[in-house]
């Protein structure tokens, strides 16, 4: 993943940075990610700046992520982490935030299983369990029943959704929805077409509720154009699933329009991107 989209997502969230580096290993450690010389210098350059977070461009393993911490004495999150941060920040309708809810309670689950398999075959006396394995079966379960709840809970919208959609197509309603990369400027466009007020802001996923207006296209009639949330490279497939009724209206359109920004010089390589995330709806 590119650097600077990592600054840009940092800006977004409200971070202040103090410092960037860039590594090039041709051997992860399996410990710690990153070797113990580097990772001296990164405690220096947190110590200096009383810096309290380090963002990491890449995914960790739970042991990988704690022993970082251990060892700078600084909280650290991961790429995957720093978006989920964004959308939780950024989802305003009730929808929106039972999907950030269910992708964030999706990573937790993941994290729970890796972080915690080196209690999995304790166990206590004879025909008992260790206390370890108890715990974590129960908090594995909590999570379940959660994710489970939040799923049936979007199960229903996203039944609504299509319902909309058929009644849409029952009045013969042409249907365009808006898609491209974060920042593309898709929401800029949406009020434009639709004389609307959507939040358009120069930051990466301004939009994450969809919206739904009727436009008038001389010589055409009536069109429902859709403004979607925005793609972004090695978008995590948990905020995929979770979003899955949202990017619905994706799905169901009749046309996609796909938004570019022009003035990008990756404008190519974001074209890709978007493309592969769309197969993966």
């Known amino acids: 993943p590119d650097l600077k989209e990592l600054l840009e997502l940092s800006k977004t969230a409200g971070l202040v940075v103090v410092e960037s580096l860039e590594l090039f290993k041709e051997r992860i450690n399996p410990k710690s990610f990153i070797g113990k010389g580097k990772l001296e210098e990164i405690r220096q350059i947190a110590k200096n700046h009383e810096a309290g977070l380090l963002v990491i461009n890449n995914e960790l393993s739970p042991g990988q992520q704690r022993n970082i911490e251990t060892a700078i004495n600084c909280r650290v ?125 120069d930051k990466l996923f301004a939009t994450l509720d969809p919206t739904v207006r009727r436009v008038e296209i001389p010589g055409t009639g009536d069109i429902a154009v859709s403004d979607t949330v925005g793609f972004i490279s090695h978008l995590p497939t948990l905020l995929i699933d979770s979003f899955r009724a949202t990017l619905e209206e994706v799905v169901g359109a009749d046309l996609l329009l796909h938004v570019v920004d022009a003035s990008d010089v990756n404008w190519r390589d974001k074209i890709q991107q978007v493309n592969l995330s769309l197969i993966h709806i």
Do not use: C, P
């Open 77 to 201: 999150v991961t790429r995957t982490e720093l978006i989920l941060m964004i959308f939780a920040d950024r989802a305003l309708s009730h929808e929106g935030q039972l999907q950030v809810e269910l992708a964030q309670l999706k990573h937790a689950q993941t994290r729970l299983v890796r972080g915690w398999t080196h209690l999995d075959r304790q166990k206590g006396g004879i025909g008992f369990r260790g206390a370890g394995e108890k715990q974590v079966e129960l908090d594995r379960r909590m999570l379940s029943d959660r994710v489970k709840f939040f799923e049936k809970k979007l199960a229903q919208i996203e039944k609504n959704r299509r319902q909309n959609r058929r009644l849409r197509h029952s009045n013969e309603t042409q249907t365009m929805a808006l898609v491209g990369y974060t920042n593309a400027g898709k929401s800029t466009l949406f009020n434009t077409l639709s004389d609307s007020n959507v939040i358009a802001e």
